[in-house]
């Protein structure tokens, strides 16, 4: 069974501070690793990671996944009250009928305080 | 419209009562999908269907859960006799054939069985 943990499960910081996100994964078929942003809504869109060691960037955000050791990070710098929100990793699998259902971790709710 | 539709938002149905979700999947998307968010949870896979077909459908909780896509585009989870742990949110999402595994989500249904 595809398995998606994730770590820490809630986080507080000050605004400025810089976080880091884990997410380790356990998945047959391995196909890539996608990152969301959920606030009061349907989760939006970060980032999908499909190789090893290729840094994804986008504004303060930024991701990296290693397949080896079967884990992604996601790291916000100098966070903002903005930026609090329950960040989603989910992992997808190769299947044999094309597009497949993502195997979500219970994410990371991050609250940024003044 | 631009994104992925529900309806409707929220949804208050008895124990025992059939209920409908409905999603517009983005226009020309021929991968939709379905979700069940429980509070405090990240989203569980339910089905998937490509185009009208439905090529996944190991999620589904139980047979109380059916879903259709009859011609393709918009589609209807239906939940009959419902039970107080069908209480979450519905989350629907599509993604285009090729273009990556971005899937788009809509804003959800909050289902809550009394």
């Known amino acids: 069974e595809d398995k998606v943990v994730q770590s820490p499960l809630s986080l507080v910081v000050h605004e400025g501070d810089t976080v880091t996100l884990n997410c380790s994964y356990e998945?047959?078929?391995?196909?890539?690793l996608l990152w969301y942003k959920q606030e009061k809504k349907a989760p939006t869109f970060l980032f999908m990671l499909?190789?090893?060691?290729i840094e994804k960037k986008s504004g303060r955000l930024s991701s990296i996944l290693d397949k080896k050791e079967l884990f992604s990070i996601l790291n916000i710098t100098a966070t903002q009250t903005g930026d609090s929100a329950i960040y989603l990793c989910a992992v997808e699998a190769h299947s044999g009928g094309g597009a497949d259902g993502l195997t979500f971790g219970k994410g990371t709710h991050l609250i940024i305080q003044p | 419209g631009a994104g992925v539709s529900q309806s409707p938002r929220y949804k208050v149905a008895k124990r025992g009562q059939d209920v409908a979700l409905r999603c517009d999947p983005i226009s020309g998307h021929v991968s939709l999908f379905w979700y069940q968010q429980a509070l405090g949870q990240g989203p569980e896979f339910l089905t998937y269907?490509?185009?009208?077909?439905?090529?996944?459908k190991s999620g589904l909780p139980s047979d109380r859960f059916f879903a259709e896509r009859p011609e393709g585009s918009v589609s209807t989870l239906k939940i009959q006799r419902t039970q107080q742990e069908d209480s979450a949110v519905y989350l629907c999402?599509?993604?285009?054939?090729?273009?990556?595994?971005?899937?788009?989500f809509g804003p959800g249904t909050r289902l809550t069985v009394t």
């Open positions: 999402a599509s993604s285009s054939w090729e273009g990556g595994r971005e899937q788009y």
């Open positions: 499909t190789s090893s060691g």
């Open positions: 998945v047959t078929n391995f196909r890539s």
């Open positions: 269907f490509q185009n009208e077909a439905q090529l996944d």
